[in-house]
């Protein structure tokens, strides 16, 4: 089982960042943390890296139907998204698969919110399209 879902676009990176994140919320889900992954690394670093971001999405609800089913869950929150310049002068969208990465705690009860998550998550990523 892969632990994500992606699409490739011919979007720009920036209109990328605000076209997920215009589709998460239509979903339910705000961004709690964006992390500039280039930035940080010529701060850290000083090395040059693509441009990519890492945004935390949540979604209120399920996050604290998941805290209330398993308290130790938030390790695994948010659910993140990435944006990333590929190779080839595009750009990536990929979403965290909850449904694979829920598999690692062992809570059957988990399972039935991750796949709610996981179907909010795939139409996010499904409704990206170039224009």
């Known amino acids: 089982m892969g632990y ?4 490739i676009l ?6 990328a960042v605000t076209k997920v994140t215009e589709e998460l ?3 339910g889900f705000g961004i709690l943390t964006e992390i500039d992954v280039k ?7 000083d090395v040059d890296f693509r441009k990519y971001q890492i945004l ?4 209120p609800p399920f996050a604290h139907d ?9 390790i695994m929150l948010p659910c993140n998204v990435v944006v990333q310049e590929t190779a080839e002068g595009k750009t990536e969208v ?16 988990l399972g039935e919110l991750a796949k709610k998550i996981q179907a909010k998550l ?6 990206l399209v170039d224009g």
């Not at 994500?4 to 699409?7: E, G, K, N, V």
């Not at 011919?10 to 209109?15: I, P, Q, V």
């Not at 935390?56 to 979604?59: D, E, H, L, S």
């Not at 998941?66 to 938030?74: Q, S, T």
């Open 66 to 74: 998941a805290l209330l089913k398993e308290p130790m869950v938030g």
């Open 122 to 127: 795939k139409k996010v990523i499904d409704s």
């Open 39 to 45: 930035a940080t690394l010529k701060k850290k670093l």
């Open 94 to 109: 990929a979403a965290v698969d909850p449904v694979a990465s829920m598999q690692a705690i062992e809570n059957p009860t």
């Open 4 to 7: 994500y879902f992606s699409r």
């Open 25 to 27: 919320q239509k979903e």
């Open 56 to 59: 935390g999405a949540c979604n």
């Open 10 to 15: 011919t979007l720009s990176f920036e209109d």
